[in-house]
């Protein structure tokens, strides 16, 4: 099988943002059995940003807020392909999620992941606070495909050798 993973240049506009990421879903769709987009594709990791971008993604299909999941759920739906939805601000009751959705073919969620360890860090030269903004998921997550399982992780989650450790146990 193959696999595409999508980089895009992430700016202030969540618009703009969808639209470039419908364009390399466009390219990717021809090429790849599996595809997977960024952490935070949609905004910047700017906390204001994040509040203004963040979508529910339970009940997505009825709810016209869920701009986001409602491309990601038909583009995997008409190309018969699985797309991990790298990660979009979730909103989830008064809480805020960094959340990653996984689409099986037919654009139903086969999967869907919060970050559980939030990246917080105070240094003379910088500092990030997700954890001011964020609340942290609790569950790790494993989804089959017919080509293998995948367990979901977003970005500081990956220093964490226990959580990959769960994954193969698992396995």
Do not use: W
Not at 25 to 30: I, K, M, S, Y
Not at 85 to 101: M, V
């Amino acid at each position: 099988f193959s696999l595409a993973a999508c980089q895009l240049k992430v700016t202030a506009s969540k618009a703009a943002n969808i639209e470039r990421a419908k364009k390399l879903l466009d390219v990717a769709c021809t090429k790849a059995d599996i595809i997977v987009l960024p952490e935070l594709f949609v905004c910047p990791l700017n906390y204001d940003l994040m509040r203004k971008a963040a979508e529910p993604i339970d009940g997505f299909e009825d709810n016209p807020e869920c701009q986001t999941m409602r491309m990601l759920s038909k583009y995997a739906k008409e190309h018969s392909k699985y797309i991990i939805g790298g990660s979009i601000p979730e909103k989830r009751g008064d809480k805020l999620y960094n959340t990653c959705a996984c689409f099986d073919r037919e654009g139903k969620i086969a999967a869907k992941y919060s970050k559980i360890h939030l990246f917080d860090i105070n240094l003379p030269t910088m500092s990030i606070q997700e954890s001011s903004v964020l609340s942290p998921g609790e569950d790790i997550v494993t989804f089959n495909t017919e080509y293998c399982k995948i367990g979901l992780g977003i970005c500081y989650d990956m220093r964490f050798p226990e959580l990959i450790q769960c994954y193969v146990r698992d396995h």
